[in-house]
């Protein structure tokens, strides 16, 4: 983008803070590499919306998108939870393992809740503080103000601030600098491609850094917010973090290319071509779960009169792939012995499997389907 400029460094004394220029303005782009990358991201989120309406029953699979969703984006933040780990139940992780997998679990109830608010309320600071909040309820950032926009400063990197990689604007500025931003996602008059105002909009939250704690998380969890309501996306079938985490020197690098060199355009380029793999690591997906379906379907046939319960129980395990035998009750209203067959005849149609390896307290899982999230 033409005159583009990040920013300037302020003196607060025994350090610079980084004020970054106001967003919420006419912008030109003049970047045939951009706007060839802007139409194939385009192309591409378009083939992956079409699911959306393709797929029956496509609620069933968004759960597994967004588990997946908040163990890659814990993970840039340095949480080791895996997928099989964030399905099961607190008391049977490992106590060294709790805290990761209570921010894990937090990010699934924090976008769950933004999703649903944007019904509501609009994508907005108040949004955003909302679903910080719960973000960090009970967790290792609890005692840094969620919900609430920092009162001190911070930095990124380094054990102080002296040694500091960034140290964002000063925490009087944050206020403003939110409302811009808002008032940017919301400007009708302000003729730019909502990808790109979503690359910048990130970009730009991240080098605000408004909160004490869980900027990145929030940060990526927009993306997904920002697309849902400009209707980009009918659905929330398209999440970031796991293309940012494959690429997490040369995401960090590129946010702070633009800080330094006021080079955008790379970022875009970078962001765009987040958007393409992505969407065509969804569609993959959609495909794979669409013969997965199938071919579970031909066998659940060779339960005869149990088929629909055993139908009822595998459709349950599409939006949380890990059962016990008193889920598997509670789903089909069977005495314990029916469930007990039910059970077994599914792990030897090969459609479960039982994970623990114990005598009491089994669980079983849907191997084939966590496998194409893995």
């Known amino acids: 983008m033409k005159n ?52 029956p029953n496509i609620d069933l699979f968004i759960s597994m998108h967004v588990l997946k969703e908040a163990t890659q984006s814990s993970k840039i933040e340095g949480t080791k939870t895996n997928i099989a780990e964030a ?14 997998w209570e921010e894990v679990q937090n990010y699934i109830e924090a976008l769950n809740t933004a999703i649903k608010r944007l019904e509501e309320i609009p994508f907005s600071s108040r949004l955003i503080k909302q679903t910080h909040k719960i973000l960090l309820q009970g967790v290792r950032g609890k005692h840094k103000i969620p919900g609430e926009f920092r009162s001190s400063q911070n930095w990124i990197g380094g054990a102080s601030i002296s040694d500091a990689v960034f140290i964002p604007p000063n925490k009087s500025e944050i206020n403003e600098l939110m409302g811009d931003l808002e008032n ?15 690359a910048l909009i990130h970009y730009q939250f991240e080098t605000i850094h408004p909160f004490l704690d869980g900027n990145g998380r929030v940060g990526r969890l927009m993306i997904t917010l920002y697309l849902v309501e400009k209707k980009i996306l009918k659905k929330p079938i398209l999440y970031l973090s796991d293309f940012f985490e494959r690429n997490r020197t040369l995401y960090y690098d590129n946010l702070t290319k633009v800080r330094e060199k006021n080079d955008i355009q790379q970022w875009f380029k970078f962001f765009l071509v987040g958007v393409i793999e992505t969407a065509k690591s969804g569609i993959e997906t959609f495909d794979q779960i669409l013969k997965l379906q199938k071919d579970v379907d031909e066998k659940l046939q060779k339960l005869g009169s149990r088929m629909n319960n055993g139908r009822n ?23 314990m012995p029916s469930v007990y067959k039910l059970i077994l005849e599914l792990e030897q149609l090969e459609i479960i499997k039982e994970l623990t390896g114990a005598k009491r307290g089994k669980q079983y899982w849907f191997p084939e389907y966590v496998k194409i999230f893995n």
């Open 313 to 335: 129980v595998i459709n349950h395990m599409y939006k949380h792939p890990l059962v016990d035998a008193q889920k598997v009750q509670t789903i089909t209203n069977l005495s």
């Open 184 to 198: 940017f996602a919301h400007n009708q008059e302000v003729i730019f491609p909502d990808l790109l105002k979503i």
């Open 87 to 100: 399905l099961q139940k607190k008391i049977d992780i490992a106590e060294e393992k709790r805290d990761d």
């Open 4 to 55: 583009f400029n990040s920013g300037t460094y302020i003196s607060q004394g025994s350090f610079k803070s980084f004020l970054p220029e106001k967003i919420n303005r006419q912008w030109s782009l003049d970047d045939i590499e951009v706007i060839s990358l802007l139409s194939k991201a385009d192309r591409q989120l378009g083939r992956l919306d079409m699911y959306s309406d393709y797929i």
